[in-house]
């Protein structure tokens, strides 16, 4: 079993520049793409922004040139840098691993989901 947990969340002033974390453990042979998500109240969750297991990376309209994904390997975290935030930004914000684990020795690949980290943004 794999968990992820997020922090770094909170509230934060317009404009603030906090960053979220999510560390990765549990039985894990690998992580390929790692990726952000929010959901607003009353609202779907949606894509913030993704980072594939080579480094690629990709944004939402909303946050591109705002926010930043990034991850540290060899300690199975990835982190989202959130810059000049809005209050629009203000959601849960949810980490998302697609993890191979190695079970009965089988690799098994699945996705996971962290229980999520509230950013409030007021103006």
């Known amino acids: 079993q794999v968990q992820l947990v997020e922090s770094g969340g909170g509230s934060v002033q317009a404009g603030g520049s906090p960053r979220l974390s999510c560390a990765a453990s549990?039985?894990?042979?690998?992580?390929?793409?790692m990726g952000w998500y929010r959901q607003a109240p009353g609202k779907q969750r949606e894509l913030v922004a993704g980072?594939?297991?080579?480094?690629?990376?990709n944004y939402s309209d909303s946050v591109k040139g705002r926010f930043t994904i990034s991850r540290d390997n060899a300690k199975n975290t990835e982190y989202l840098q959130m810059n000049s935030l809005k209050p629009e930004d203000t959601a849960v914000y949810y980490c998302?691993?697609?993890?191979?684990?190695?079970?009965?020795?089988?690799?098994?690949?699945?996705?996971?989901w962290g229980r999520g980290t509230q950013v409030t943004v007021s103006s």
């Open positions: 998302n691993a697609d993890v191979t684990s190695v079970i009965l020795g089988r690799n098994v690949r699945r996705g996971y």
């Open positions: 980072i594939t297991s080579g480094d690629s990376t």
């Open positions: 549990g039985s894990i042979f690998s992580i390929n793409g």
